[in-house]
C-alpha cells in the first residue's frame, strides 16, 4: 500500500509540474523542459557508458539557437529531418537488429538526434506556428498518458498476444490497440475542448502519438535491455527514472511536429 501511494504521489507531482509550466510561460516551460532533458540525458549516457560534460553543453546549445533564440529556421528543418530518420532507424533496428553492441559513433548520433531532438522539437511543438498554444502541448501530453494507462489497462485485462515479446514481455497488441482507441476518443473530446483543429487531424495526431509513443517506449526498453538495467533511474519512486517517463513524448514529437508544420504549409 505505501509503494502504490508513493507511485501516485510523484506521478501526481510530476504531472502537476508539468501543467504548472505549461500554463505559465513559454520561458517557463522551456525552462522545465531544458531541466527535464538534462536528467534524461544523464540517464541515457549511464546506460550507454558515455561519460562526458559535452553532450549537456551540446543540449544547452541546441535549446538556445533552436527554442529560444529560434534562429535558422532552415537548419531547424534540417535537423528535424535526421532526427525523423535516426528514429526510423531505431524503429528498424527494433523490428530487426543489425547489431548486438552500439559503437561509439552510433552512441553520439543516438544522443543528438534522438534525445536532444526529441528534446527540442517536445520544446517546439506549443509554436510550431511562432505563437506559444499551451493547450496544443497539452492535449499531447495527455494523449500519452492516456495511451500509456489503457495500454496497460487493456493488455493487463485481456492481452493475449506479445507485442514484442524479446523487447518488452509484458507488452500486448490488445494493449497496444487499447491504447491507440482510447487515445483517439480522448483526441475528440480534446478537440470539443480546443478546436485547435479539426476532429479528423486530431485524431490523426492521437493516431500518431499513440503509435510513436509505444514505439519509443519499446526502442527505449532495447536500451535498457541492451545496459542490463530494468529502469533507466530511480529519480522518480515507483515510476523510474524521467527518462521512463518521457521516452514516448520524446520520440513521437518530432513526427507530430513534422505533421503539424506540413499540415500548415499545404492548408
Known amino acids: 500500500m505505501r509503494e502504490v501511494f508513493i507511485r501516485g504521489l510523484s506521478g501526481v507531482l510530476y504531472v502537476a509540474f508539468l501543467l504548472l509550466a505549461i500554463f505559465s510561460l513559454e520561458n517557463i516551460y522551456q525552462i522545465l523542459i531544458l531541466l527535464f532533458g538534462v ?3 544523464y540517464e541515457f ?3 550507454v557508458k558515455i561519460k562526458s560534460i559535452l553532450p549537456y553543453l551540446l543540449l544547452i546549445a541546441a535549446t ?3 527554442c529560444y533564440f529560434k534562429l535558422f529556421k532552415q537548419i531547424t ?3 528535424l529531418s535526421i532526427t525523423i530518420m535516426t528514429n526510423l532507424y531505431l524503429i528498424k533496428n527494433l523490428i530487426r537488429p543489425s547489431e548486438k553492441y552500439i559503437t561509439i559513433a552510433q552512441k553520439y548520433i543516438y ?3 534522438y534525445i536532444i531532438g526529441g528534446f527540442i522539437f517536445t520544446i517546439l511543438l506549443p509554436s510550431y506556428q511562432g505563437e506559444y498554444t499551451s493547450y496544443l502541448v497539452a492535449s499531447v501530453f495527455a494523449l500519452i498518458w492516456i495511451n500509456d494507462t489503457f495500454a496497460f489497462i487493456v493488455g493487463k485485462s485481456i492481452g493475449k498476444h506479445k507485442l514484442l515479446e524479446r523487447i518488452s514481455p509484458k507488452k500486448t497488441v490488445e494493449g497496444f490497440l487499447g491504447g491507440l482507441v482510447f487515445s483517439c476518443i480522448a483526441s475528440i473530446f480534446i478537440y470539443k475542448f480546443t478546436e485547435l483543429l479539426s476532429i479528423q487531424l486530431w485524431i490523426t495526431v492521437a493516431v500518431v502519438t499513440s503509435v510513436f509513443g509505444t514505439l519509443g517506449d519499446l526502442i527505449q526498453s532495447q536500451l535498457k535491455r541492451q545496459a542490463g ?3 533507466s533511474g530511480q529519480l522518480m519512486p515507483g515510476h523510474g527514472g524521467i527518462y521512463d517517463r ?11 511536429y513534422l505533421f503539424l508544420i506540413v499540415l500548415e504549409h499545404v492548408s
Open 39 to 41: 536528467l534524461c540525458l
Open 111 to 113: 544522443l543528438f538526434f
Open 229 to 231: 538495467v530494468k529502469d
Open 45 to 47: 549516457l549511464r546506460l
Open 77 to 79: 528543418l534540417v535537423f
Open 64 to 66: 538556445l539557437v533552436f
Open 246 to 256: 518521457l521516452d514516448s513524448i520524446i520520440f513521437a514529437s518530432p513526427f507530430i
